[in-house]
């Protein structure tokens, strides 16, 4: 999944917690499923910020022969 459609699923979600018309033991069923995306969305995010960072460094040549250079690539 890219950033971007992740973007899109949480704007989904958002929606259906806010629907008003959606009975509230649909509202809270989603809550839950809500919570469960959003945790993984934040390590998706945090991933994504390693790689980042650590493709900055390297182009930067700040990680010579460093161990987080083969766990990202």
Known sequence: MTLQ????KLGDQIKKLTNESTPYSARKKEAELA??????AKQMINNADVILRTEK???????????????IK
């Open 5 to 8: 459609e992740l973007q899109e």
């Open 57 to 71: 460094l390297i182009a930067n040549g700040q990680l010579q022969d460093s161990t987080i250079k083969t766990m």
């Open 35 to 40: 919570m469960v995306v959003s945790s993984l």
